[in-house]
Each structure stands twice: as structure tokens, then as C-alpha cells.
């Protein structure tokens, strides 16, 4: 590997702080660097960079920053594009947009659930996602449902 700024080819693996503001607030997230010991310059992967955003974007999303500003930064945190989303919470691309430059109310239901996509994904799920598929493409349930075997009382 060569340094794209210098041509150098040593490198040193170090943390560095990396730093993201959305709506007034700034977000803080350690990140592995590979530090060109030429020129110092920093390489990070695109992975730990996206870690971070997601991390800030649940932040948001736990403090309940409803914007459209956030709306969109977290939309970005799940590499979904407005037509993606839109897929997903059943309205047009141009709804997002309008929601995102706040130009129409922001459905607060919608963003909550975006919140809830991002926490899934930190947590390695997709479960909201997966809730969201199954009202598009309900599955048929047999008329009775066996849930499983009922738990003894206390003795």
C-alpha cells in the first residue's frame, strides 16, 4: 500500500477521533487509522467510519432530536436512499425529501421507526425491517396457532 498523498509506503495503525455534527450537536467516535509515517496522512475504513455514523445516529435517535435534519443523517447511517425508505414506510421518494428539507410535517411514527432501524442494526438485526415487510406481504396463519406448551403453575 502507498500513501496517496506522498507515495510513502510505512504506515502506523493508530485511533483518532473522527467527529460528526448533525443539528447543532457534535458526535465524537474512535476510529483505526492507518497514518502515513511520511506525510501524516490518515486512512480510515469506510467500515469504521459507518460504525461511527450509526452510533451518532442512535444517539439521535435515543435523545429524540425529531428533525428532518436527523431523519436524513440516519437514513444515510443505513446507506438507504429516500426511495428505500419510502419503500419501506409506504409513501413516495418525494414525501422523504419534503419530510428531509421540511417542507411537510415530518411523520414523527416514521421517524421513530427509522430510530428503531437503526438501533436494529447496531444490535445486528433487522427486526423493525422484517415487521415492516410482513404488513406489506402478510403471511397466512392457520385458523388455530399453537404457541407452544403451557408452563405449569407454581407449586
Given amino acids: 500500500m502507498r500513501c496517496t498523498n506522498c507515495g510513502g509506503g510505512r504506515f ?29 496522512e490518515s486512512f480510515v475504513d469506510a467500515t469504521e467510519l459507518a460504525r461511527v455514523e450509526l452510533e451518532a445516529a442512535d444517539a439521535l435517535g435515543r435523545a429524540g432530536i425529531v428533525s428532518g435534519e436527523t431523519f436524513r443523517f ?7 436512499t429516500a426511495k428505500d425508505v419510502g419503500v419501506e414506510f409506504d ?3 418525494e ?38 415487510r410482513a404488513m406489506r406481504e402478510p403471511k397466512r396463519l392457520a385458523k388455530t396457532v399453537h404457541l407452544g406448551e403451557a408452563k ?3 407449586r
Fill in 95 to 132: 414525501t422523504i425529501s419534503r419530510w428531509e428539507n421540511e417542507e411537510r410535517p415530518l411523520d414523527r411514527l416514521a421517524w421513530a421507526t427509522l430510530a428503531a432501524m437503526v438501533r436494529d442494526r447496531l444490535d445486528g438485526n433487522e427486526r423493525t425491517r422484517e415487521q415492516l
Fill in 74 to 80: 440516519m437514513r444515510h447511517a443505513l446507506g438507504m
Fill in 12 to 40: 502506523e495503525r493508530r485511533d483518532e477521533e473522527h467527529v460528526i455534527q448533525v443539528a447543532g450537536r457534535k458526535f465524537a467516535g474512535r476510529v483505526a487509522a492507518d497514518v502515513c509515517t511520511s506525510c501524516g
Fill in 91 to 93: 409513501v413516495a421518494a
Fill in 152 to 154: 405449569s403453575a407454581a
